[in-house]
């Protein structure tokens, strides 16, 4: 696969830790090709900002130009503007750009530096509200970015919220609140996006460090290079999240002050992704958070190795998987009332119990409790919806769909029996909202989460692919249509069998 094509809009960091010199560290850490349209060349070293300087207008704008005509963006970051008539000239490009090729369009508001010091013209932060805003898809600013834009002081979960609906009310299309600053937020750094619909918060611990410079840039060009990749914005969040927590943790003093954030590379350590704070917690009361929560781990797997796991609509099928040897299944009914199932339920949980397998039930969680099923299967929208601790106290284990990192995350926080990792393939089985996750990122989230779950890849794995997917080291494969549209479905079973868990 090409590079992505991310650019950076920002200012020249003469002491190479945070603007144009942090971006195109960070694009190229996370795989991206940056280009660099310089806003403003910066004198400064680790303790102080001595000079900013505008490059002439016309510079400004030829790189534009250059960079539109060849080299088309992904993503676009936008750091420091020197002032408002670079911000205003860059709304009418970004404009165009968006007509032309919808790139995603990230603004971290720089307007002082981390030591306090202004780095751009008063004339700013109007021009940005006014014509840059509408023009965005995301703003991330810090808290004393925050207030100063939207007048409002993140002093606390409603104001913060307050803040945040105020700059979508000016033309954002989100925002991403840093809580780098956030005082009342104790030892978690805690995050705030929110796209007018739904609400994420991201809680890290507190890294006491005082090498971070260039943090703001870093974070906004790693979301920008991960969207440029075809993540949703919400994987980008936790995924740039990561590489600052890492390269915050592997920062150095260079100079007499605040170090640089470092670049390590693609983010692997479970420990540097935020935690997405879910109802229940200590921290989602004070949040605001309400919803459904567990009081504690689901019932664990026997194995972290499921094996062949097939997923059918009937109880001739499983009757069928079973005699062959399958010992992880699933009874997926789809669109029926409860009564017009429960009979098979009933049916699936005897056979399971008789075989001694590991039969999980699809939706239909009330059922699976009432009939004493091994297992219940859901999806993210359940999470809200369902009895999840009616499921836990029953002592049913639970299996999570998950499709990438920030569902993997929020349902890690469940503590669930195993994590589906879905869908890897294009599939004809299920109309799929997000994109196939292919084979590289599998091999991510397996290396992310093999220590904690069994995990279990699911979509579009023919038997042809199983080898592949099997090299990922996921310990499970589930599949519906490489069985149920076999020509020969016991051969099928007995040859997926054998290059599954043989
Ligand atoms: C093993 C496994 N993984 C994923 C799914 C999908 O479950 P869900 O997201 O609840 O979607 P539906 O199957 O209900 O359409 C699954 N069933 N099994
Ligand atoms: C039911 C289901 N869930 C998926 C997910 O990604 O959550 S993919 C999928 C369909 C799997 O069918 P097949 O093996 O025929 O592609
Ligand atoms: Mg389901």
């Not at 937020?185 to 805690?190: E, L, R, S, Y």
């Not at 091994?374 to 639970?398: F, M, N, P, S, T």
């Not at 499709?403 to 299920?430: N, Q, V």
Request: glycine content about 10%; hydrophobic content about 45%.
């Amino acid at each position: 696969m090409t590079k992505p094509i991310v650019w950076t809009i920002a200012g020249s960091d003469s002491g190479g830790g945070a603007g144009i010199q942090a971006d195109l560290h960070t694009i190229q850490a996370l795989g991206g090709h940056g280009c660099s349209v310089i806003s403003a060349i910066t004198a400064q070293n680790s303790v102080s900002v001595s000079m900013v300087e505008p490059v002439l207008m016309q510079a400004f704008t030829s790189q534009l130009v250059s960079l539109a005509t060849d080299m088309q963006a992904g993503a676009i970051k936008i750091g420091l503007l020197p002032g408002g008539l670079r911000a205003e000239v860059l709304a009418r490009y970004l404009k165009e750009y968006r007509r032309q090729w919808q790139p995603y369009v990230v603004l971290d508001p720089v307007a002082i530096a981390s030591t306090g010091q202004a780095m751009a013209e008063a004339n700013l932060l109007p021009a940005i509200k006014q014509h840059l805003l509408p023009e965005v898809d995301l703003i991330t600013p810090n808290a004393v970015e925050l207030e100063a834009l939207s007048g409002i002081v993140p002093d606390s979960p409603a104001n913060v919220r307050a803040g945040a609906a105020a700059l979508r009310e000016m033309g954002a299309g989100a925002v991403l609140v840093k809580g780098g600053h956030l005082d009342w937020t104790g030892d978690q750094a805690i995050d705030f996006y929110s796209d007018g619909e739904r609400e994420i918060w991201l809680a890290s611990p507190r890294l006491e460090t005082r090498h971070g410079h260039g943090t703001g840039c870093t974070l906004s060009s790693a979301i920008a290079t991960a969207v440029a990749q075809d993540y949703p914005i919400e994987d980008a969040l936790v995924l740039a999240k990561a590489y600052v927590n890492q390269g915050l943790k592997g920062a150095e003093a260079i100079g007499a002050g605040a170090g640089p954030v470092a670049h390590l590379g693609w983010p692997t350590e479970l420990a540097d992704f935020p935690a997405v704070v879910m109802p229940g917690t200590a921290l989602a009361a004070q949040l605001g958070i309400n919803g459904p929560s567990t009081r504690g781990e689901f019932a664990p797997m026997d194995t972290l190795q499921l094996g062949l796991y097939p997923v059918v609509t009937t109880i001739a099928w499983l009757e069928r998987l079973l005699e062959q040897g399958v010992r992880t299944l699933q009874l997926r009914i789809k669109d029926k009332t409860d009564a017009e199932v429960e009979e098979d339920i009933q049916a699936a949980v005897e056979l399971g119990k008789r075989y001694q397998a590991r039969l999980f039930i699809n939706d239909y969680w009330r059922l699976a409790i009432k009939h004493g099923a091994y297992g219940v299967h859901l999806g993210q929208e359940d999470i809200e919806v369902a009895d999840l601790e009616a499921i836990r106290a029953a002592g049913l284990k639970l299996g999570l769909s998950t499709h990438g990192y920030y569902e993997m995350l929020r349902a890690r926080e469940l503590k669930p029996s195993y994590l589906a990792l879905g869908h890897i393939f294009p599939t004809k089985t299920k109309d799929m909202p997000s994109r196939p996750q292919g084979l590289e990122r599998l091999h991510r989230y397996v290396a992310l989460m093999e220590a904690e779950f069994p995990l279990v890849a699911i979509g579009g794995i023919s038997k042809d692919r199983v080898p592949l997917v099997a090299q990922t080291g996921v310990g499970s494969i589930a599949l519906v249509t490489a069985i149920t549209e076999a020509p020969d479905p016991d051969a099928a079973i007995r040859e997926l069998l054998e290059l599954v868990e043989g």
